[in-house]
């Protein structure tokens, strides 16, 4: 019998979304909610496993880790890439991983939550709904507004027609637009200065890379209107925090609506808790029923697969 660890079930839903007693005969789950506090902790932790179900990037999968992980043969991880796995050291170690599909517009969905509850000040409205208030603040109108957009992949793009919807301009850049998609979208192609100067709304839509990280610094907050709001729900990396936080201390943009972060899950006493202009959600643009459900039935699939010497969705 295979003894699999469940990493990272935060909400617990591994066990209520699959049915444990119809695999007990060929795998022995163990899952872990909370996240390891280090390398030590999760090495000592997962000794005895031989496959470990993990979501992206949250906990680490290092070649130090894996070298200390003597029974390993199988990862299996949500989305189709995770940077979180040193896939040269599982090469050397001749352990398999397979990923899994994922659904792309729940992450569209949570930027316009963010957009939406920035602009009409929802979470000072809720908050002061409980206190007894009506009415404390003044939201802006989406229709005339210019939303610009880095990155107009599979998201950026589905975001870019909503705000249409909305009755937006919207404008885009990114290292590598395809200007015959933004053409077909009705998307303005514009240089990263003059989208960081005239968007009233900016929101990241690129995956994490060396020319990304750190792409948004004081230089960039300078550039923008003070009127600006600034979403994130692609990678926390992308934006210098520690420049984040002083351009919202100093009022030199509107608002930060924010579903990722450089560590993961935030860290209670991190300054951005406490910032009014923050809107801040806990990573959870990808987390629905449906996600979850692809997740852990393929990667159930993909298991199986590799036992039969057969493996699917396999990551190189």
Not at 125 to 150: S, V
Not at 212 to 234: A, D, G, P, R, V
Not at 246 to 274: C, M, S, T
Not at 276 to 284: D, G, S, Y
Request: proline content about 3%; hydrophobic content about 40%; charged content about 25%.
């Amino acid at each position: 019998m295979l003894k699999v660890a469940v990493l990272d079930d935060y909400q617990n839903v591994f066990s209520q979304i699959i049915n444990l007693d119809e695999y007990k005969s060929k795998y022995e789950f163990t899952i872990f909610n909370e996240p390891f506090q280090n390398e030590l902790e999760t090495t000592e932790a997962l000794k005895k496993f031989e496959v470990l179900f993990i979501m992206r990037e949250r906990t680490k999968i290092t070649k130090s880790l894996i070298t200390n992980l003597p029974n390993l043969k199988f990862i299996m991880t949500s989305g189709t890439r995770n940077k979180a796995i040193d896939l040269k050291a599982t090469k050397e170690k001749k352990i398999l991983v397979c990923g899994t599909e994922i659904n792309s517009n729940p992450a569209a969905e949570i930027t316009w939550t963010l957009i939406l509850g920035l602009v009409r000040n929802v979470k000072q409205e809720i908050d002061n709904m409980f206190q007894g208030y009506w009415q404390t603040t003044i939201g802006y109108e989406l229709k005339g507004k210019r939303l610009g957009l880095i990155g107009l992949g599979k998201i950026g793009s589905q975001v870019a027609k909503i705000g249409q919807a909305f009755g937006m301009e919207v404008s885009a850049w990114s290292e590598n637009l395809n200007l015959s998609e933004a053409n077909k979208l009705n998307v303005l192609p514009m240089s990263k200065e003059d989208l960081f100067k005239t968007s009233d709304i900016l929101s990241i839509h690129v995956v994490l890379g060396d020319k990304y990280k750190n792409l948004i610094t004081k230089k960039e907050f300078k550039q923008m209107k003070k009127s600006t709001f600034l979403i994130n729900t692609s990678r926390g990396e992308i934006i210098n925090e520690r420049d984040l936080v002083e351009a919202l201390e100093n009022d030199e943009i509107a608002g930060a609506g924010l579903d990722v972060y450089n560590q993961e899950p935030l860290p209670q006493d991190h300054k951005l808790r406490f910032l009014p202009n923050a809107f801040l959600l806990p990573h959870i643009g990808f987390v629905t029923v449906e996600n979850y459900s692809k997740f852990y039935f393929q990667m159930i699939e993909n298991l199986n697969s590799c036992i039969n010497n057969k493996p699917i969705r396999e990551i190189k």
